[in-house]
């Protein structure tokens, strides 16, 4: 396996950032930013964007599914029965099982609610689909979903769409080392140097939207995360040195004239 492949349900793909399709102020400049961020999954909102109504414009004529994976997402769904309804929909319409599972608790902070997560990904694992989920940064809530089937752990950096970074470092360290799943961070980026950190950390990837999407200059920021997660997994796998509270001399200390 090569080390800079994520692997995903035993599909492989070169680049670790997953970008979402929502927010852009039209579907071109969507597409030109998934373009230049390199990124091989977008995320689909199946009740919010278009793949149905042919009269309207539909993201597959400017995202080719054929090039690009699309993972449908149960964004805005906020009771299981909501979010499984909206998965098995998106089965029927484009057979995708490999899935982003979102169940949300409140309309303000949009955290997820992770009892109504879990019973979903228990019912969705069993019905075959390849769950993806969206959860809090809780290491036993993490590792209860991957009990019950999840594909990948996708935890929240920040609040969806805050732009605060990573917030919890240490629970991410701690579901890292509890986990061989892909670890992905979802939510909460604000700027490139946060993909950075994540992959430092040790996740497999990061998933960007408003990030991107609102940024005043989005390609820009788009060609920014590409490095960012780059740079990021590089250097976690390079091993960085011990932190120490004294400094260390960077040349010898004998010999001096």
Not at 36 to 65: F, H
Not at 136 to 158: S, T
Not at 215 to 221: E, V
Not at 223 to 243: N, P, T
């Amino acid at each position: 396996m090569k080390k800079n492949d994520l692997v995903i349900a035993n599909k492989r793909f070169k680049s670790r950032l997953i970008v979402g399709t929502g927010k852009y102020r039209n579907m071109q400049e969507c597409a030109k930013s998934v373009k230049l961020s390199g990124a091989e999954i977008v995320t689909v909102a199946v009740r919010r964007v278009n793949i149905i109504d042919k009269k309207k414009p539909l993201l597959m004529d400017y995202i080719d599914p054929k090039k690009i994976t699309y993972l449908p997402n149960t964004a805005g769904c906020f009771s299981s029965e909501e979010a499984l309804r909206t998965l098995r929909l998106a089965r029927e319409i484009g057979g995708w099982k490999l899935v982003k599972l979102e169940v949300l608790g409140d309309k303000k902070n949009l955290f997820p609610e992770m009892i109504e997560t879990l019973k979903s990904t228990e019912v969705l694992t069993k019905e075959g689909f390849k769950v993806m989920v969206y959860c809090n940064d809780d290491p036993l809530m993490a590792k209860r979903l991957e009990n019950v089937g999840a594909c990948a752990i996708m935890p929240l950096a920040a609040p969806i769409g805050s732009g605060l970074g990573i917030l919890n470092k240490v629970n991410i360290r701690i579901i890292r080392t509890q986990t061989k799943l892909p670890l992905i961070i979802d939510a909460g980026l604000g700027q490139a140097s946060d993909a950075t950190i994540a992959m430092e950390l040790g996740c497999d990837g990061v998933l960007v939207n408003t990030a991107i999407a609102k940024a005043k200059k989005p390609f820009q920021m788009a060609l920014a995360f590409k490095d960012a997660v780059k740079a990021g997994r590089h250097s976690y796998l390079s091993g960085r040195i011990e932190k120490s509270l004294v400094g260390s001399r960077s040349s010898p200390s004998k010999g001096i004239i």
